[in-house]
């Protein structure tokens, strides 16, 4: 049974830090991409950060050389952020995706989410 966890969301003033953290369960997340997206209130959802299975990350261009993204052996993914700013303030998901070079699934997860409100 695949699951997302999330945790480390809080409240923070801007040009502060926080650190998201991702625990992951489910053998078949090897062959997925994880990574991280958030949203707003009457927004779409959009992508933060994703740790693809090959090459390197990729980032919003609204949090490059603020936001690392990481990922372990055991598939818990983590997001540093830096810098933070009031616009950071959304909700994050952590979402796994299936990499299409290694599974031919189609299914894609998403974890229930955590807040992150910058503010002073």
């Known amino acids: 049974q695949v699951q997302l966890v999330e945790s480390g969301g809080g409240l923070v003033q801007p040009g502060g830090s926080l650190r998201l953290s991702c625990a992951t369960s489910g053998s078949i997340l090897n062959l997925y991409d994880l990574g991280w997206w958030r949203q707003v209130p009457g927004k779409q959802r959009e992508m933060v950060a994703n740790?693809?299975?090959?090459?390197?990350p990729k980032y919003a261009d609204s949090v490059k050389g603020r936001f690392t993204i990481s990922r372990d052996i055991n598939n818990t993914v983590t997001l540093q952020m830096d810098s933070l700013r009031f616009e950071d303030t959304a909700t994050y998901y952590c979402h796994a995706t299936p990499h299409p070079a290694f599974t031919w699934s189609k299914v894609e997860y998403w974890g229930r989410g955590t807040q992150v409100t910058v503010s002073s």
């Open positions: 740790a693809i299975r090959v090459g390197s």
